[in-house]
Each structure stands twice: as C-alpha cells, then as structure tokens.
C-alpha cells in the first residue's frame, strides 16, 4: 500500500472537517476524490502530504508516518495544491529550475529533467515566459511540472483542471493518465466525467465523512457516477 490512511479525524477549532476516515490506495491507482465543497478533500491531501497534522488518526505513505518521517513523505510525494501557488516573477524555465534544486537536483540531470518536465506538460513554446504572463492553463501546467519534477512515487492534485478550457482539460488528463501507471495519484475534482476518463477507483467524502470507495465501474452502475454522487451526498 502506498497511502494509508486509518481513523482520520481532523477538527478546526469547533469544525470537524474529517470524521474517521480510513482508505488506502496502492501503485498504479489513479483515485478520484470527489465531495461537495467544503466535505474534506483538501484537508485530507493537506495532511498527506505534511503541510498540517491530523487531529486523531494514522497516515502512512510508502510505509513512512507522517509524524515520524514527513521529511521523507514529503520527498516521495509531488502535490499541487488547490491555489497553485507560483512565484509570477519567475520565468517557467527558472521556476522549475528552482524547484529542482529544493529536490537536491543537481547538474546534467536537473538540466534533464527540467526539459523532461517542459516537454511532457506541454510548455515548450511558453517556456521563455514568465509565469504571470501565463494563462490559467499554462500556469496548472507550471504546477504540475513542478509536481513531479522529483518523479515523486505518488502525486497529489487538488483539482487540478478548474478553469482549464475544453482541450487543455483533456491534455491534463492524458498527462496523468500516463503518469499514473508508475504512480500512485489522488486527484480532486468536481467533474464527474474526469473521474470516469481517467480515474479507476472514486472515493466520495461529504461532511468529512467517507461515504463510498468503489472502483467507478461499480459507483456507475444504475444509471452514472453523477446519479450516486447526488444521491450519496444528497441524503
Ligand atoms: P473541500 O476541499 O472538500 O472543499 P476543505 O477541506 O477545504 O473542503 O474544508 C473542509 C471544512 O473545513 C470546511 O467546512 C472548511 O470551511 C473547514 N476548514 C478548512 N480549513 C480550515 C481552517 N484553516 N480553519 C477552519 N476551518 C477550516
Ligand atoms: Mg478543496
């Protein structure tokens, strides 16, 4: 199991935003975490990958715990989170320079990967930019190169896609596609057909609470993963 997540409970302040949550997910899974706004989701990807600690509850990541090892977590694991933060004043080349370097990247083989990176993500003909003069498609494709600059065991994409338009969504979606054989993803999103293009399992949380974990075959029976996600998070 790459992610292992047993009794996650995480309360802010009076707000229990996870209750009791236990999932795993294993190399080559691609899962969609779907849930309202405001059911958890970003929460649970926070804790993950270290950036805030569980109220109660395990969380292991390629076998490391989150209290004990984060460093090393955090080195196998490549995030993007929902805001994408970017440095705008950076060209898209220097950026991801820079965070090879925080990855101990060095010499010929940052230099690779750097170019790797630009060409898989689809930002050769922006890559002398900077990155504020990049559109909202452009700069999710600065994020996700700098995710997996590292080529992290496992990718954690906090809806990736919002905003795109028709044809970068379904670029994206092949890039993960593809990165997911090697990896194990958890990806965020609102949109029902992402899960089914490239997902092979769904988890669906609503008020924090884990209300379903099939493979998106079974969730689609009787109708669509639409119909059971607004039936689930409807009650
Ligand atoms: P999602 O990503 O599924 O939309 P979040 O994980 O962002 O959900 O939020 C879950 C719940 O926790 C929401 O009710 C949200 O308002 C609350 N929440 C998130 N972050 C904080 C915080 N730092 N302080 C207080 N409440 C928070
Ligand atoms: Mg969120």
Redesign the pocket.
């Known amino acids: 199991m790459t992610i292992e997540i047993k009794n996650l409970t995480k309360i802010?302040?009076t707000?229990k935003?996870l209750d009791n949550v236990s999932l795993t997910a294993s190399q080559g899974e691609i899962v969609g975490l779907l849930?309202p706004?405001?059911?958890?989701?970003?929460?649970m990807m926070k804790i993950i990958t270290c950036f805030i600690p569980p109220t109660q509850g395990e969380v292991k990541v390629c076998g490391f715990d989150i209290f004990e090892e984060p460093m090393q977590i955090r080195s196998l694991i490549g995030y993007l989170p929902e805001q994408n933060p970017l440095y705008l004043d950076l060209y898209v080349r220097e950026s991801l320079d820079f965070i090879a370097s925080i990855h101990k990247l060095k010499g010929k083989e940052k230099k690779q990967r750097v170019e790797q990176m630009i060409e898989l993500v689809g930002l050769t003909k922006e890559m002398n930019k900077k990155i504020g003069a990049l559109s909202k498609g452009y700069r999710q494709r600065v994020g996700l190169a700098q995710a997996m600059i590292h080529d992290p065991k496992v990718l954690i994409l906090d809806e990736p896609t919002t905003g795109l338009d028709p044809n970068q969504l379904v670029e994206i979606r092949q890039i993960i596609k593809q990165m997911g054989r090697q990896k194990t993803v958890l990806l965020s999103t609102h949109i029902m057909q992402e899960v089914e293009a490239v997902c092979s399992r769904a988890i669906i949380i609503n008020n924090g609470q884990l209300v379903a974990d099939d493979t998106v075959e079974h969730l689609s029976q009787g109708g669509s993963l639409e119909k059971k996600f607004r039936e689930i998070t409807l009650m």
């Open positions: 802010y302040g707000q935003a849930g706004n405001g059911a958890g989701k970003s929460t």
